[in-house]
Nanobody, 113 residues
């Protein structure tokens, strides 16, 4: 059974770059044709898909976030990383790492000076 665990800073200052890591266990990020996605939920709002990486290493991004988002992976550590540049308070949210049939528990990120 695949398990996902997000990690990263809980507080980021405006204009900085947010970096989050998803550590995957129970399966390899390079097999099974999964999409490894990042999804976030701002307070009081719905879920927003940010982007995804395929098992072959191709990355896809939400058009609204594409200019600020980068998804990469470390196959030796079985990790997927999200970077979001030039953050503002509007990027405050719970960030989730997900795959076809599993979600991480989410990590709260607050953007504030």
């Amino acid at each position: 059974q695949v398990q996902l665990q997000e990690s990263g800073p809980g507080l980021v200052k405006p204009s900085q770059t947010l970096s989050l890591t998803c550590t995957v266990s129970g399966d390899s990020i390079t097999t099974n044709n999964y999409y490894w996605s990042w999804i976030r939920q701002p307070p009081g709002k719905g879920l927003e898909w940010m982007g995804a990486m395929t098992t072959s290493g191709s990355a896809y991004y939400s058009p609204s976030l594409k200019s600020r988002t980068s998804i990469s992976r470390d196959t030796s550590k079985n990790q997927i990383t999200l970077q979001l540049t030039s953050v503002t308070p509007d990027d405050t949210a719970v960030y989730y790492c997900t795959t076809d049939d599993a979600w991480g528990q989410g990590t709260q990120v607050t953007v504030s000076s």
